[in-house]
Every structure is written in structure tokens, then in C-alpha cells.
């Protein structure tokens, strides 16, 4: 058996094989981060997680105590951001999901308290005393994308990691921006990756240590043979997953 190693394939989507062409910059050998790390932690985590490492470290730059709110934050990507800001120092990390089912998961994910999304701007401001979160990640979309300017305190950066609900992008004035002192930023991982391979891969060996040496957690919702591939992209499309789903070939 050859030497155990995790890669990101960021722009050939939409299909699955039993082998794959990857670019040696953004593989990560499993049996140099320190700690075991299995195979299928691996491949369920590597993207999101080093998406959630970037965007709080490269594209927020988290101050330590600086309180943060996530939207989906139970999902792929939600729950390893929760997790990564509190390993990183944040304050109070505050999270939105979209059933009450699915607040009782908050500490689990790093979350101080999540809030179903249809009334977080009212929860989030009462959590924080009225003065707003230093961040919002939003990998939603939509109108979350407009709600989520209003629990942002002045110099407060809404980072956008997604469009998770398909919804149409939402217009907005910059002058608005401007005139309420708060921020924008973006963040995809397959762009910046084309520009920035050897950083890409720096970070995700950095974030895949933390997840081996057990400092935060991946949560699988399942592994499934590569013929009940149907019904795993049924679940995801039910959107009643809590973390990854990996297909097993």
C-alpha cells in the first residue's frame, strides 16, 4: 500500500472515480501531520476545513476575543469555522441553522449559542448585548447576505464563503458600506488556490494537523458504498445533514 495522502481537486467536480490527477501542491501526506488522521476524515474535511482555516485567519485575520457569528453552522463548512475561530482564539462564536432540531448541536461545533436563521439578527444583537459580532461567514447566500450587515459592529466585515441557497445574488450600495463603516470580503478556495497553490497546501496541512492531533473534530453523517451514491446525494439535497457525506470507491 502506498504512502496514505489527501488532495483537493477544486475545479474537476461533478463526478466519481477511483483515481484522479492532483497537483502535488495541494496534497497533504497523511503520515507527516504528527498525529493518525484515516482516510476518510481526510477526504470528508480537507476543503472545508482549509476553507474555514483561510477565511478566518488569512481573509478576516481574527484578533483574539473578536466575536463572530456563521451562518449553516452545522454543515460542512459551518462546523469546522465554529470550531477553527474558537481554536484560534475567538470571544463568543454564535452560529444559525435552519431547524430547532439542530441548535442542541451548538457546543459540539464550538458554538457558544446558534439561532434558527429566521430570527438571528434579533437573537444575535440580544447575545451581544445590542453591540453586534466583529464577523460574519456567510456560505448561505441570498438575503442573509443583506440581514447579516445589520448585527456587524462599525469596522465589522461580512466575509461571503458560499451560495448554499442558490438564491440570486443580492444588490447592494456601496455607500451604504461606506457610510456605516462596515466591510465586505470574499473568499472561494478553488480561486485562490489557482493563484496561490503553495499557500493553499501550507494551510491545509496546518488545518488537517489540528484535526489530527484532536484539537477539533469532523463530523461524518455517513460513509456509503459508491453504489448508494444516489441516496447520499438524496440526503444532501433534504438538507438535513449534520457535517460531510464521503463516498467510499
Do not use: C
Not at 501542491?25 to 482555516?53: C, E, F, H, K, R
Request: aromatic content about 6%.
Amino acid at each position: 500500500m502506498g504512502q496514505p495522502v489527501a488532495s483537493m481537486t477544486l475545479h474537476d467536480l461533478n463526478g466519481f472515480a477511483s483515481m484522479a490527477n492532483v497537483r502535488p501542491d495541494l496534497t497533504v501526506p497523511l503520515d507527516q501531520l504528527g498525529a493518525d488522521l484515516d482516510l476518510a476524515t481526510a477526504a470528508a474535511s480537507i476543503v472545508n476545513l482549509t476553507t474555514a482555516y483561510l477565511a478566518i485567519k488569512d481573509v478576516y485575520r481574527m484578533r483574539t476575543g473578536d466575536d463572530i457569528l456563521v451562518h449553516a453552522a452545522v454543515g460542512g463548512l459551518g462546523s469546522f469555522l465554529g470550531q477553527v475561530a474558537k481554536r484560534l482564539g475567538a470571544g463568543k462564536v454564535l452560529g444559525t441553522v435552519g431547524s430547532s432540531q439542530k441548535v442542541k448541536l451548538a457546543a459540539s461545533f464550538g458554538y457558544d449559542e446558534l439561532f434558527v436563521r429566521s430570527d438571528f439578527v434579533e437573537q444575535t444583537l440580544k447575545a451581544t448585548g445590542q453591540k453586534g459580532v466583529h464577523a460574519v461567514f456567510d456560505p448561505v447566500g441570498g438575503t442573509m447576505r443583506k440581514k447579516s450587515l445589520e448585527v456587524l459592529r462599525p469596522l465589522g466585515q461580512l466575509v461571503v464563503v458560499g451560495n448554499a441557497s442558490g438564491e440570486q445574488d443580492v444588490v447592494h450600495s456601496f455607500n451604504e458600506i461606506w457610510f456605516s463603516n462596515r466591510q465586505l470580503a470574499g473568499f472561494t478556495l478553488g480561486g485562490y488556490s489557482d493563484s496561490n497553490p503553495v499557500e493553499t497546501g501550507k494551510a491545509a496541512r496546518e488545518a488537517l494537523s489540528m484535526l489530527a492531533r484532536k484539537e477539533i473534530h469532523a463530523e461524518i453523517h455517513g460513509v456509503y458504498p459508491l453504489e448508494n451514491a444516489a441516496q447520499a446525494l438524496a440526503l444532501l439535497e433534504e438538507k438535513n445533514t449534520v457535517g460531510k457525506l464521503v463516498l467510499q470507491i
